[in-house]
């Protein structure tokens, strides 16, 4: 089974901290992604990545940062967290571009 | 812009009977349309896709409908069990395999016993 592994479950940080996100595939798949999920607001996609080293806006990209020094390895940063950025965060990774495989996800709160 | 609408919020139904969650989308260049289902604590778990060459599949009690000119799409569960409580996001692309998902609002789907 694919694995997708979030560093931690539930996270409170507080206004103006950076922030480090970070999300472990075990399945070799080129494409990572970063979604948030809002109630009312579905999942929307922050950052995307195909390969290593290479990134690409989603959605939603202002106020965060992403790096992929490693294949297995996608890491969201927030440069200084604001509270409008407390949300359910949602790593995924997939080896075409549609059938995500998703981590269980990182509450985080910004206070 | 909501480009996938899931315009029912939450959807109750008998254990046993028939659950029909709709979606519809306003991009018709959208070409594939995938449904995922969330438990609490959980990510999403892919379900069921389809391709905009047909306009059914089905996998099991899971099936989806593509109605292109009406840019809908359902998935009916038949029967439904408890085990299908859950949220339910459709989601859709426009290059199958080149582009990424724009995801919908989501349904929370309750089954009553």
């Known amino acids: 089974d694919v694995k997708v592994t979030q560093s931690s479950r539930y996270l409170v940080k507080r206004t103006g901290e950076k922030v480090f996100l970070e999300c472990v595939q075990d399945m070799d798949h080129e494409n990572m992604f970063w979604y948030r999920q809002d109630p009312g607001l579905g999942l929307r996609l922050i950052y995307f990545s195909y390969d290593v080293k290479m990134k690409e806006k989603g959605d939603i990209p202002e106020g965060y940062s992403v790096s992929r020094e490693k294949k297995e390895r996608f890491s969201l940063i927030l440069e200084s967290a604001s509270t409008n950025q407390t949300s359910m965060y949602l790593c995924a990774s997939s080896p075409t571009r549609e059938k995500l495989f998703f981590g269980s996800g990182t509450q985080l709160s910004v206070l | 812009d909501q480009q996938v609408k899931q315009n029912s919020p939450s959807l109750s139904v008998q254990e046993g009977r028939i659950s029909i969650l709709n979606c519809d989308y306003t991009n018709s260049m959208f070409d594939y349309f995938l449904w995922y289902k969330k438990y609490p604590a959980e990510g999403p778990t892919f379900l069921i896709s389809?391709?905009?060459?047909?306009d059914k599949n089905e996998d099991g009690r899971f099936t989806v409908f593509l109605n292109k000119s009406a840019k809908h799409l359902s998935l009916h569960i038949v029967p439904s069990q408890p085990g299908d409580s859950a949220v339910y996001f459709c989601?859709?692309?426009?290059?199958?395999?080149?582009?990424?998902?724009?995801f919908g609002t989501g349904t929370r789907l309750t089954i009553i016993p």
């Open positions: 389809i391709s905009s060459i047909k």
């Open positions: 989601a859709a692309s426009t290059t199958r395999g080149n582009e990424k998902l724009t």
